[in-house]
């Protein structure tokens, strides 16, 4: 007789893997997924209701195992772990520690009883279970994606689904670090030209001549032969995908060139008098206020206009703090992965620090936080103490900290922002390049902010 529960069973040893499903089959009547190690995170998110059988038969299967039950803890999947073992494999111990987290350890055969017991007694079928993520469904792609990072911008699935199958441009706003480079590369991966290239042009980081070389492309001096043009990146992404990263940065010239480029797709290299055509589509972003900028005379209207046909506009990071414990338990679940630390949790005070603090740098900054903590962590909890020290101190609201301007509740934020700048500066002995590093932004983004703030007189090193 069949029953309602879901049954997932990993295994890379084949022999291990057929006389396990087989048994399952047999044993509980249940639908049996199986996958290997490699192919499994396709069918896992935060959706994923059953049991989770992970099966080892070599030293090899066992780390790949514990690295697989570590993502599902730290992410806090709704899943029941059951590691199984073959009576040949060594590695008993290092898959011992699971047990501290509901996860069971049996030996097959000799446990094969059990494990049946284990099953029948997990009966909790849910609507949503094992399914692959690579769905046709654009729409369900993307709540997918968001629902495991980013779950307030959840309202946005069928806006951002909408923008993905246009062809058209595209303007993406927030402040830096919001998340608009990933978006814009899922709405890639999400459109008629996923198949091609998808390049990243970062305006804000090139000076005024490398800008048009890079971005149109040149004929060298030495030679005025057509072939001698070297591409720039309008031609290298082909029928791709092309995101102007910082598009406010672009001068007068460029933004003239750029509007061209939109209107016609047509544009020439640089000392060339030969046309080129544009086949990619363009997606800009920006993290000032393009309006304000056109009301400036700093921002060709015509351009705001034919950008601003589809936009999206990404909140910082601050103003959805929902969004953060499960934006940390994710990077945590994958820099855990990629420098093979011992993380199963991170600690109730160190997320209760994570949501206090204001994260000017937003996304990019948290990221650059959790993957110091990873580092410096010694398992199994990510705990406080693990976080940099402004981080803590937001949250224990010491004397002389940063708590009074970190505030989340503080309305000044342009002052607690200032503050936090400020201090970076000190710390980092007013070197703008490590500054930014710390602050998670790019160091056109923290000139900005040290030109707003009025601290371009601090002392300047490299």
Known sequence: MRTGRQIALVADDPDLAQAIGAHLKRSVGASVLV????????????????????????????????????????QQWPLVLVAVMSNASACWEDLQCLEAYQARLLRWPKDAARLTRLIREHDEP???????????????????????????LVPLTQRIASAAANDGPLLLTGESGAGKTTLARLMHEL???KDERFLVFPCGAL??????????????????????????????????????????????QQQAKLLRVLETGEFEAVGSSRTQICNARIIATSNCDLEMAQRLDKFRSDLYCKLNVTSIHLPPLRERPQDIVALARNMAARFNTRFHKDLFKIHP??????EAFSWPGNIRQLENVIMHAVLVSSGPDLILEDLPLPIQEGTLAAPGSLAATLDPLLDDRDRAERALVEQALANCGYSRARTAHVLGISRVTLYKRMKKFGLMEVPQHS
């Open 35 to 74: 996958s290997s190690y490699s192919s499994i995170r396709e069918y896992l998110g935060p959706r994923a209701h059953g049991v989770l059988v992970l099966a080892a038969a070599s030293v090899a299967d066992a780390e790949q195992a514990l690295r697989l039950a570590q993502q599902t803890i730290l």
């Open 126 to 152: 849910a609507a949503k279970t094992f399914s692959r993520k690579d769905t046709d469904d654009p729409e369900e792609i993307i709540r997918a994606a968001l629902a495991d990072t980013t779950p307030t």
């Open 191 to 193: 459109s008629p030209r």
């Open 207 to 252: 000076s005024v001549n490398l800008l048009d070389r890079e971005l149109f492309g040149n004929v060298e001096d030495v030679c005025a032969e057509a072939d001698c043009e070297r591409e720039g990146k309008l031609v290298a992404v082909g029928y791709g995908t092309l995101l102007l990263d910082e598009i406010d940065a672009l001068g007068s």
């Open 349 to 354: 005070e160190a997320l209760a620090a994570l």
